[in-house]
């Protein structure tokens, strides 16, 4: 009977003893822990730590964060074969740095803004070029305004054209806005190339601003071309200061029969056959009431016989 029971405690003994082995995971064959947000910036951590060159740094083999990378090389490249439209543009806004400005970079933009596949992507880099001030520029935003299809992209280039601080004084410039109002397709081009024309207050575009104001498709692009023309047909008003006043005669004076004081002069205006009574004023007097009160109105000024211009 003790052998008997001493056998059956040791069998119960085994039993439970494999049971324990059986519940217990081993550290080799346990699952993954649960994916709670400490875990998974865990298992991010890890895998940055032990990921290759190559997936950490990107095709290129470059940094994903290129404000560290200051080489011109590096920028180009990123430029053009970021795998991410965002980091394209990125690389874009760093070649816009008059630290790079050079025909390396030039040429760069240039090709990213014809083949690049991203509308947003050809877009900046139009809008960059437009900070190199170089006897082709303008040549190459001309062939982009050709051969790019959006509409949108096409627009936004058009309203950076007629901003850009580099090209502010370019005759060009408003060669190429009134070439996109007579020629391109969209309706919102052309009158984004109409508020820059107006903008720019050249009297070279007031042919195109007449044609489009009469003949455009488009019933607004009409109505902003006749606005502009109206506006740039006027003469441009010159606000000078007011002179400091001398002695002068009384205002009622005739010429050749009351006394003009020294420092003073007869102002006469006429538009014919309106003739302005003449004023015996300073010369300055004169200059400012011309431009400010009858040059826009067609009159003509003289001060003591020399013409006011």
């Not at 890890?46 to 083999?61: C, E, K, R, Y």
């Not at 002068?248 to 003073?264: I, L, Q, S, T, Y």
């Amino acid at each position: 009977m003790p052998n008997r029971t001493g056998r059956l405690t040791r069998g119960l003994a085994g039993i439970l003893w494999a049971a324990a082995l059986c519940t217990t995971p081993s550290p080799v064959q346990a699952g993954p822990s649960p994916l709670t947000p400490n875990a998974i910036a865990d298992e991010r951590q890890a895998g940055a730590a032990s990921a290759s060159p190559v997936a950490s740094t990107g095709t290129l083999g470059l940094p994903l964060d290129i404000t560290s990378q200051t080489g011109l090389s590096a920028i180009i490249a990123r430029a053009r074969e970021a795998p991410t439209p965002q980091e394209r543009q990125k690389a874009i806004r760093a070649l816009r740095q008059p630290t790079y400005h050079g025909p390396e970079a030039f040429r760069a933009l240039s090709a990213v803004m014809s083949a690049d596949r991203n509308n947003e992507v050809r877009q900046a880099a139009a809008i960059a070029l437009l900070d190199y001030k170089r006897s082709e520029t303008l040549k190459q935003i001309e062939a982009f305004f050709k051969a790019e299809f959006g509409d949108e992209t096409r627009r936004q280039v058009c309203v950076a054209l007629a901003t850009a601080p580099a090209y502010a004084q370019d005759p060009g410039v408003t060669s190429l806005l009134s070439g996109l109002l007579a020629e391109d397709p969209s309706a919102a081009v052309r009158w984004a190339a109409t508020e820059g024309l107006s903008a720019r207050r050249d009297l070279s575009a007031l042919g195109a601003l007449q044609r489009a104001a009469a003949w455009d498709q488009d019933l607004i692009v009409r109505a902003a071309a006749a606005a502009a023309y109206r506006q740039l047909s006027q003469p441009r008003r010159i606000k000078t200061p007011r002179p400091n006043k001398l002695q002068r005669a009384p205002f009622d004076a005739v010429p050749g029969k009351d006394p003009c004081p020294p420092g003073n002069g007869w102002c006469a205006c006429s538009r014919p056959p309106v003739k302005i009574k003449p004023h015996c004023v300073p010369r300055a007097d004169c200059v400012h009431t011309f431009f400010n009160t009858f040059q826009s109105q067609g009159y003509s000024c003289d001060w003591d016989g020399e013409t006011i211009r």
